[in-house]
């Protein structure tokens, strides 16, 4: 089982005779719900599933009448013991009325949900085994706060992109698969597919079982060339190779992906702001720890352990995680090998073009593409003086 990024195991407070029998599995992320619900039906039913032995409902409600027929044939089947004897698992699958949306507040649903929920809080018959597995879920819900108490848990959401740090987990999640495939990225193999595939774990497999057969078993080793062919460039990778092209001072690279968004209607601030300004504050940041406190650069591990050890007033200009657990290091450490390519100096000039550049997109008439291409040639300019 996943457990170190993408899945909680709920330890169940109080344990009853029921947790043994009952098993919820629910997550926003969808591919690995359903791909560990499957994982335990097999283990439950041990492979074996005749047709008259097991039943599996599928819970795919169009509107609450829906729900609650779903819910009844659900409690109806718990109490029914299998035809030929011994033991019986009902799995209630893709359970998609359990959210705070129309159909999970419908008062059919709830009702439909209360004679599951009566029929559970009775004792399941011996040999009975229930199985749910459920994407969205409203947890301020009785019924929830019931299974949270009685059921064996487990709970895969998808990594949270919005937090700071969320590529670390991506990361851990693409190198942990990858391994079991026998892959091994480059550096920038894997800070690229991070941002191609994306972070729900199904896209991540699908990504790497192509990987894995254009390799093929002679070549395992994933260069950068080998996802740039592989894996969709997304709107979130465009962004992320322009900001690579201006850091490795590809002046044509940078302006061939600027105009292409330019033409695609994207704003130019938010091209510059999403692009280019963290680009530059990444790099001046890298850079300054590197003459400054002279951080360990080898690894990520032994990089962010250096920065997250500093005195409180040292690292209090540093962009801090949202959560106040310590310093966002991961974007700066990706900075680090570009930023050899600077001098202070030339990145403190650079910053303050960067600034210029955005105040004019704001304040003044001027093109905007002659902005961009410019101040991309400026920072291009400040590396080559290196």
Known sequence: MDSSYTVRVAATKNPTPMTANLHVIV???????????????????????????HETIDAGAENSEA????????????????????DKVVWLRNVNFFGDDVTGRAQRTEAGVEILRSTLEKGLPEGIRFLISADKVDKRRAFWKWLSKNASLQVYDKIDVSRDGWQDEVGALVEKRATAL??????????????LAGEQTKQIANELEKL???????????????????????????????GKA????????????????????????????ASIINVVRNLYMARLIMDKFKAPTGNYSSFAGALNKLPAAERAWLPQKKDGSGVNVYPIFLAVQNARNFDLAGLQHVMEETQKADQ???????????????????????????
């Open 27 to 53: 997550g926003t992320d969808d591919g690995q719900v359903r791909e560990q619900a499957l994982k335990l039906y097999n283990k439950l039913t041990a492979g074996n599933d005749d047709g008259f032995t």
């Open 67 to 86: 729900a609650y027929q779903l819910c009844s044939a659900a409690a109806q089947s718990l109490m029914t013991m299998p035809m030929f004897g011994g």
């Open 246 to 273: 201006i850091q490795m001072g590809n002046v044509a690279r940078a302006i061939q992906l600027v105009d292409e968004q330019l033409q695609a209607e994207e704003s130019a601030i938010g091209i510059m702001r």
């Open 182 to 195: 026998g892959l091994d990225f480059t550096h920038d193999a894997l800070e690229l597919f991070i941002v």
């Open 360 to 386: 004019a997109l704001v304040t003044t008439g001027l093109d905007h593409r002659l902005l961009l291409h410019r101040l991309i040639a400026e920072i291009a300019a400040a590396r080559r003086k290196r």
């Open 212 to 242: 894995d057969l254009f390799l093929g078993k002679e070549r395992r080793e994933v260069t950068e060339q080998d996802v740039r062919t592989l894996v969709p460039l997304s709107k979130a990778a465009v962004v992320f190779e322009t």
